[in-house]
């Protein structure tokens, strides 16, 4: 399951099918990481949570590493009702 699930999400980046939140960006210019980084982690992280405490949705928690190949990234988000999955935030992993 969790292999079907990260291909899902990535497929939402590979077709646009994706959005950030306001707080998503605001994180990612706080830690100095740009979208090439946040694309990079998910294209080559895993999701090493799920939360399914929340009722929009199943958030996964999805760790890999920037651009430069080196930079921890954590990548939180979720599907939305409509498909499109949301990038709720962006941290760099210290």
């Known amino acids: ?14 077709t646009g099918n994706y959005d950030m939140t306001h ?14 980084d946040v694309e990079s982690a ?13 009722p929009r949705g199943i958030k996964y928690i999805i760790k890999g590493v920037g651009s430069d190949q080196s930079t921890p990234v954590g990548v939180v988000g979720r599907f939305k009702e409509t498909g ?4 709720i935030t962006v941290y760099k992993i210290t």
């Open 42 to 54: 998910i294209f080559n992280g895993k999701i090493i949570k799920r939360e399914k405490e929340d």
């Open 84 to 87: 499109v999955f949301l990038i």
């Open 23 to 36: 707080h998503a960006i605001e994180e990612m210019s706080e830690d100095r990481l740009r979208i090439f």
């Open 1 to 14: 399951m969790p292999r079907q699930v990260i291909n899902k999400i990535r497929d939402a980046l590979r």
